[in-house]
């Protein structure tokens, strides 16, 4: 069963322009969908790997989502809300008080590498896909 129909050749730029735009609002939807999904599972692996003292630490790690000019991109950030002025000590270790280091405890960086490799994974297959 063929979906084709004819073109006349006067309307074959017009007709080009609308497959490719709708190709592109479908890629761009389905990217941000991705980019929220990946963002949330990034979350969850920063708290299921955050040392945990009183909990306060691991609790604050939140998603933010901003959606572009007119809707073309979405960002989605992970941070720590009230609780970011340590994230870079427990990642990378710091100098005890009386001498000595803490040892650093990687949590943050392993679940970016993954969500970045789930990004460009699936923005791959969504292109490839178009819808």
């Known amino acids: 069963m063929s979906n084709s129909s004819t073109i006349d050749v006067g309307d ?3 007709t080009v322009n609308k497959i490719l ?3 592109g609002d479908n890629v761009r939807k389905a ?9 949330k599972e990034a979350k969850d692996d920063v708290k299921n790997g955050a040392p945990v003292r009183t909990g ?3 609790k604050s790690w939140s998603v933010k989502i901003e959606e572009g ?3 073309l991109y979405t960002i989605a950030t992970v941070h720590s809300r009230d609780r970011y002025q340590i994230a870079h000590l427990l990642e990378k270790g710091h100098a005890k008080r009386g001498g000595g280091r803490v040892p650093g ?3 943050i960086k392993p679940a970016e590498e993954a969500a970045v490799e789930k990004v460009q994974e699936g923005v791959e ?3 490839q ?3």
Do not use: F, P
Request: proline share 0%; charged share 35%; net charge positive.
């Open 12 to 14: 074959l730029s017009a």
């Open 21 to 23: 735009d709708k190709y």
């Open 31 to 39: 990217t941000g969908e991705l980019i929220k999904k990946v963002a």
């Open 56 to 58: 306060r630490y691991k």
């Open 69 to 71: 000019s007119a809707g």
């Open 105 to 107: 405890r990687a949590h």
């Open 125 to 127: 297959e969504i292109a």
């Open 129 to 131: 896909k178009g819808d």
